[in-house]
């Protein structure tokens, strides 16, 4: 699966942008899909996960409630919808992709920094100004 990341751009703080992952040569159908994001002098970390069948999502506590994953199969998207952005969001964000869902106590949730991902795509800038 080969994926890529686009949308991202500059922004001032409480503005909103919306990232989409887009695949090629794959579908996305039968993979779980992951946003994550990386800031200058910091490690990867989860912002959100949607499942296969897009009937659980994720979030990091950070961007609960701004946030949003969703899914269109039919077009082979995944998209991230950012609101309320603040300067602290600023990092490169990156889609990922596994072929399985992670359960923890009957709960759908993510690894935080990824480490089940199998398929990542090439990040997108995401910038917010104060």
């Known amino acids: 699966v080969q994926l890529q990341a686009s949308g991202g751009g500059l922004v001032q703080a409480g503005g909103s942008l919306r990232l989409s992952c887009a695949a090629s040569?794959?579908?996305?159908?039968?993979?779980?899909i992951g946003w994550f994001r990386q800031a200058p002098g910091r490690g990867r970390e989860v912002v959100s996960c949607?499942?296969?069948?897009?009937?659980?999502?994720y979030y990091a506590n950070s961007v609960k409630g701004r946030f949003t994953i969703s899914r269109d199969d039919a077009k082979n998207m995944v998209y991230l919808q950012m609101d309320s952005l603040k300067p602290e969001d600023t990092a490169v964000y990156y889609c990922a992709a596994k072929g399985r869902d992670t359960w923890y106590s009957g709960i759908y949730s993510c690894q935080p920094q990824g480490e089940d991902m199998e398929y990542w795509g090439k990040g997108t800038q995401v910038t917010v100004s104060s």
């Open positions: 949607i499942s296969v069948s897009g009937s659980n999502t």
């Open positions: 040569e794959s579908t996305l159908d039968y993979y779980s």
